[in-house]
């Protein structure tokens, strides 16, 4: 039980195109969703949360503009990157849990996807 | 101060010994507590969670918590190459629905 799908898992595009990633829980409702950035060799930065039906909380230093995270319903979260350019390359993982109201429940990962921005 | 604390290592043990990751955290009323492993290039995945105090046992894998020196500990026995990867310790805050991650240690099993 418990997976997170995440679509897709490599993406290379040109400087200024705008990529959409999905983060699906497969077997269970996630009322909230994590999205995370990582560098190589360094480690997990938190973005963003997003709860079902609501606006995301973003982490300091994020551009929400910039990163465009929608959570329409309680299987699907969806992070874009708009007009990416080479320095937004990096490693994005989304998580899911069913935490909103207890916290004893853990982040379910997705296997991340690896953005390449030429 | 970091919410959660970690040695980045790396860690290297021999095959079949045991590993012993720490993991400190900084909020008293810190509730629930996990282990994560990291694969290079992979995303993480969970391996323990642990929310009392003691030991929590499944199968080559004990975690502990002791809430009073705010500690949690994973031992991995009888380690092996495939144990090699990053392990994550994660924190969550009671009612805040925060997680908050260490930032890994590196684990080495030699063989």
């Known amino acids: 039980g418990a997976v997170v799908s995440q679509h897709p898992s490599r993406v290379i595009c040109k400087s200024g195109t705008s990529v959409k990633i999905e983060c699906r829980s497969l077997?269970?409702?996630?009322?909230?969703m994590f999205w995370y950035r990582q560098f190589p060799k360094q480690s997990l930065m938190l973005m963003a949360t997003s709860n079902e039906g609501s606006k995301a909380t973003y982490e300091q230093g994020v551009e929400k503009d910039k990163f465009l995270i929608n959570h329409a319903s309680l299987t699907l979260s969806t992070l874009t990157v708009t007009s990416a350019h080479p320095e937004d390359s990096s490693f994005y993982i989304c998580?899911?849990?069913?935490?909103?109201?207890?916290?004893?429940?853990?982040?379910?990962f997705g296997d991340g996807t690896r953005l390449s921005i030429l | 101060q970091k919410e959660v604390e970690q040695n980045s290592g790396p860690l290297s043990v021999p095959e079949g010994a045991i590993a012993s990751l720490n993991c400190t955290y900084s909020d008293r009323v810190s509730q629930s507590f996990f282990w994560y492993r990291q694969y290079s290039g992979k995303s993480p995945e969970l391996i323990m969670s642990i929310y009392s105090n003691g030991d929590k046992e499944d199968g080559r894998f004990t975690a502990q918590l002791n809430k009073a020196s705010q500690y949690v500990s994973l031992l991995i026995r009888d380690s092996q190459p495939s144990d090699s990867a990053t392990y994550l310790c994660a924190v969550t805050v009671y009612n805040f629905n925060k997680f908050y991650f260490g930032s890994g240690t590196k684990l080495n099993v030699k063989p």
């Open positions: 998580s899911a849990s069913t935490g909103f109201h207890n916290s004893n429940q853990p982040q379910h």
């Open positions: 077997d269970f409702q996630a009322t909230t």
